[in-house]
């Protein structure tokens, strides 16, 4: 089946540095990749919808330059968090959409990567 | 608010027991699917009802979707400890996944 993978899973940084969070593909090519944040015990928020070779969709409320994304490839996404914050300490999700299924919009996720800024 | 609610918010059974969790959603949808996260963990897809059907069955897991009050749910028949989790339901519209707020489960042994 579809994997995504996700790195790093965990990551604790100073505050003011940049963080960069990567999502592949495994065994699929994935036009579009979506990133997701998760407060504890808390649903998923969309944060921005990435297509490979343009710029990303992001949600309203998500700062653009804050959370830069980048999908330069068909297998690869990165999310850099930039001047991290405590307050950006979360936990941040990546999914794929296999190009090769057409029809619903079924997402295969990554494992997550935890970041804590202290 | 982008997510759609979900409840109940955290339901714990005994084994054997069935859980039912119910969703509510907000805008037109092409489906609804339904995703069980682990503890800090990713998501697992487990089931897609499309906004033509009304209910579906996968091994244990029986979803009902009823558009006219958007809103969709869940019961997971002859529950396992395994089956502990949080199960999110996500509406599917215009190619963007919307996740409701979950159900934590707990099956107890």
């Known amino acids: 089946g579809a994997v995504v993978s996700q790195h790093p899973s965990w990551v604790i940084c100073k505050s003011g540095t940049s963080v960069k969070i990567e999502c592949r593909s495994l065994?699929?090519?994935?036009?579009?990749m979506f990133w997701y944040r998760q407060f504890p015990k808390q649903s998923l928020m969309l944060m921005a919808t990435?297509?490979?070779?343009?710029?990303?969709?992001?949600e309203q409320g998500v700062e653009k330059d804050k959370f830069l994304i980048n999908h330069a490839s068909l297998t690869l996404s990165t999310l850099t968090v930039t001047s991290a914050h405590p307050e950006d300490s979360s936990f941040y999700i990546c999914?794929?959409?296999?190009?090769?299924?057409?029809?619903?919009?079924?997402?295969?996720f990554g494992a997550g990567s935890r970041l804590t800024v202290l | 608010s982008q997510q759609g609610e979900e409840d109940p918010q955290a339901l714990s059974i005994q084994e054997g027991e069935n859980a039912t969790m119910n969703c509510s959603y907000k805008?037109?949808?092409?489906?609804l699917q339904w995703y069980r996260q682990n503890s800090g963990r990713g998501l697992v897809h487990l089931i897609l009802?499309?906004?033509?059907?009304r209910e579906k069955h996968s091994g244990r897991l029986r979803v009902t979707l009823d558009t006219s009050k958007k809103s969709s749910s869940l019961l997971i028949t002859a529950s396992r400890a395994a089956d502990t989790a949080s199960y999110f339901c996500?509406?599917?519209?215009?190619?963007?996944?919307?996740f409701g707020s979950g159900t934590r489960l707990l099956v107890r042994p």
């Open positions: 065994d699929f090519q994935a036009t579009t």
């Open positions: 999914s794929a959409r296999d190009r090769g299924v057409t029809g619903a919009n079924v997402l295969t």
């Open positions: 990435s297509n490979e070779g343009s710029k990303a969709t992001y």
């Open positions: 009802i499309r906004s033509n059907e």
């Open positions: 996500a509406s599917d519209s215009s190619y963007k996944l919307i």
């Open positions: 805008t037109s949808i092409n489906n």
